[in-house]
């Protein structure tokens, strides 16, 4: 039974200001299950159950599935789905940051789209997460491979575009399959632009003057095996001529082109 056929025997009428646009294209689930690499030992995350199509699937190839499901009219149609499915009504933003679930090792999901900018920064510190494929809009994807936090923690491959033809209702923007995954361990050191923004993201409720010096002490210890000071660190940033109602601005309010412009500015140490 399609879902189209489904939602209509039941009565229920895909909410527009929820972003529920399903997938119905089968080969996508195909593609979207091939590039998760399932096995049996994975826990999932699932975000956006529906009429749980995907979910089923996913049971199916994993040891374990955690699926989320903001919309209580889907309970009825989810009440025999497999034993090895834990079904959770709630907002899926909400329930990450509440529950701090950690118990998943890969997510796969056709996501709202609302919640793609909140989901990515979840992704950058949730290092439980080993691989995600989703299906996000096709603009946000491109923005997402050069996000100066983004990129600093996560890689953003995309697999296919999704034609619009795929989703019932039809979304109005251009979509793609993506497949997210964490920047490996050994490259993680490389690159010290990217070193000192996952410094700072990960320091945002200190000042920017407080959370350079870390960076700073950070990335001096890992390039040359020794200690920086703080006074030497300061001297660094004193260098930098920054405004100090920047430095004393939380680092959580900071523009997103500080994070590239600093790099650059702060040069070899």
Known sequence: MSVEHILEV?????????????????????????????KEGDTLLEIGTGTGTLTRELAKR????????????????????????????????????????????????????????PLMHYLCIASNVEVSVL?????????????????????????????????????????ALVKITRTPEYLKDKDESAFLRRSLYLQSDKKLKNGLVEALIGLYVLKHKKQMTQNEARQVIERLKLDEKLLVSKIANLPLSLYEELPKRIGPL
């Open 10 to 38: 039941n009565r229920i009428k895909p909410l527009v200001e929820w972003d529920q646009n399903f997938i119905v294209d089968d080969e996508m689930f195909q593609l979207m299950l091939k590039t998760a690499e399932l």
């Open 62 to 117: 994993s040891k374990r599935v955690t699926t989320i499901e903001r919309d209580e009219r889907f309970g009825p149609l989810l009440e025999d789905l497999p034993k090895n499915v834990d079904l959770i009504f709630d907002e899926a933003i909400h329930f990450l940051y509440k529950s701090r679930a950690r118990n998943f090792n890969k997510m796969v999901a056709c996501i709202p789209y609302s919640i793609c900018e």
């Open 135 to 175: 299906i996000i809009p096709m603009g946000f994807a491109e923005k997402a491979q050069k996000h100066p936090i983004f990129s600093a923690f996560l890689k953003t491959e995309i697999i296919a575009s999704v034609p619009k033809e795929a989703f019932y209702p039809a979304p109005k923007v251009e979509s």
